[in-house]
């Protein structure tokens, strides 16, 4: 069984900085890409940032790009995902999501076969 486990959730006041985590396990579990999702209260589940594991591809949300880096430990087969100049709309739901096989779309949640448990990041004003 693949287990996707996230940390690193938490409060921070705007304009502060989070660094969440995910590592990947299972003892067949091939990875092709990772990548993060967030979901707002009463909103959909949005794309965040993704890389890919061979050539290390990487793709933003034009929300993040420039306040997030997203990077990956190969050996640990663990994404993380810096987040600075947090801002409150930044609140949401983190979630993790791998995928065994190659991609096409890093943005679209349904490329992606595993998913994580969630973990809250709220930005305080």
């Known amino acids: 069984q693949v287990q996707l486990v996230e940390s690193g959730g938490g409060l921070v006041q705007a304009g502060g900085s989070q660094r969440l985590s995910c590592a990947a396990s299972?003892?067949?579990?091939?990875?092709?890409?990772m990548g993060w999702f967030r979901q707002a209260s009463g909103m959909g589940r949005e794309f965040v940032a993704a890389v890919r594991w061979s050539g290390a591809s990487i793709y933003y949300a034009d929300s993040v790009k420039g306040r997030f880096t997203i990077s990956k430990d190969n050996a640990k087969k663990t994404v993380y995902l810096q987040m600075n100049s947090l801002k409150p709309e930044d609140t949401a739901v983190y979630y993790c999501a791998a995928a065994e096989h190659y991609i096409v779309y890093p943005s679209r949640k349904n490329e992606y076969e595993y998913w994580g448990q969630g973990t809250q990041v709220t930005v305080s004003s």
């Open positions: 299972g003892p067949t579990f091939s990875t092709a890409a």
